[in-house]
Nanobody
Framework: QVQLVESGGGLVQAGGSLRLPCAAS????????MGWFRKAPGKERELVAAISRRGGNTYYAVSMRGRFTISRDNAKNTVFLQMNSLKPEDTAVYYC???????????????WGQGTQVTVSS
């Protein structure tokens, strides 16, 4: 079992930045690929970014490329999502997820956090 706890969400103005940490406990975080997903009201859950077990590979959804950065610190069992140049359409609940396989599909992730709300005002 892996427990995931996101934090760092909040209200920010358009153009601003937020950094979301996801702390993992239980099974060693470095054993898992990690992903960030988000879900906005009335929309499907979508991938934001994914990172491989050791951090050597990353993947971003097209609309996040150049603005968001995923990283991990396996010594601290923490994954980060740095979000810059935020837009109102980035408003959503952001979820951290862990799985055995580095993947862009939510189906490949076995463990999920409770989510953290990000609200971007115009």
């Amino acid at each position: 079992q892996v427990q995931l706890v996101e934090s760092g969400g909040g209200l920010v103005q358009a153009g601003g930045s937020l950094r979301l940490p996801c702390a993992a406990s239980g099974r060693t975080a470095s054993s898992n690929a990690m992903g960030w997903f988000r879900k906005a009201p009335g929309k499907e859950r979508e991938l934001v970014a994914a990172i491989s077990r050791r951090g050597g590979n990353t993947y971003y959804a097209v609309s996040m490329r150049g603005r968001f950065t995923i990283s991990r610190d396996n010594a601290k069992n923490t994954v980060f999502l740095q979000m810059n140049s935020l837009k109102p359409e980035d408003t959503a609940v952001y979820y951290c997820a862990a799985g055995l396989d580095y993947s862009s599909s939510a189906r490949d992730y076995d463990y999920w956090g409770q989510g953290t709300q990000v609200t971007v005002s115009s």
